[in-house]
């Protein structure tokens, strides 16, 4: 039988797309408006774990797509760094397809895909577990891909001898349709009570540009 340790050692991976996504259908969010940092403390104050850091994953996209996003992300992603959150981002990539407009006529719309998150999240839980920094691996993500990384976790704890545990956080209420967490991960359940204390209220947008008269 693995000892459970007095002091367990828990790192953040935040998947920020998705839990933006399912926050928004929970709690009605129309941005992500969530803290990182407030959102991983309360979960650790609540379980009684010593928190080693933050990290967050997301896709972003670029600016011929959508100027408000690309600034707000890059306005974001700087205050998480300068709050010392180790950030990883990708390129968000637009697949086409065909559509057909009222007039008849046929247009393009784009389907915007992640692309290397999930797997830089997954790989990065994994190499940390094994490098034994962490006992316990919080995933904010409801991502069954992700499943995957939770048994190889598993993995390396009963090949190590040693107490591993991986969480899934992630939002609940009656409006979600996902209600489940990463299957073989524990699931920590967020109601809108909890999430909403947890709230960052700066507004990351960029500021419009003004041209000067001529």
């Known amino acids: 039988m693995v000892d459970e340790p007095a002091v367990k050692r828990a790192i953040a991976f935040f998947d920020g797309q998705n839990l933006y996504r399912h926050a928004k259908e929970a709690f009605g969010h129309h941005h992500p408006n969530y803290d990182p940092k407030e959102l991983f403390g309360a979960v650790c104050a609540r379980k009684g774990w010593e928190g080693r850091g933050v990290r967050f994953y997301t896709g972003t996209p670029a600016r011929r797509h959508s100027e408000m996003w ?11 760094r300068r709050a010392g959150i180790v950030v990883e981002s990708r390129r968000i ?3 086409p397809y065909d559509v057909e407009l009222p007039d008849g006529s046929v247009g393009t719309k784009y389907i915007p895909q992640e692309k290397g998150i999930d797997l830089r999240l997954g790989l990065d839980v994994v190499r940390l577990a094994r490098m034994g920094q962490l006992d316990v691996a919080v995933i904010f993500s409801q991502d069954q891909d992700l499943a995957e990384v939770v048994k190889e976790v598993k993995d390396i704890a009963r090949d190590t001898g040693r107490w591993i545990k991986v969480v899934s956080a992630y939002p609940v209420s009656t409006a979600a349709t996902a209600r489940r967490g990463i299957d073989g991960a524990e699931w920590y359940r967020m109601d809108r009570t909890f999430y909403d204390a947890c709230l960052d209220e700066r507004d990351y947008r960029p500021r419009p540009r003004y041209r000067l008269a001529p």
């Open 70 to 80: 690309h600034g707000y992300w890059a306005n974001r992603l700087l205050a998480m």
């Open 93 to 95: 990539r637009y697949q």
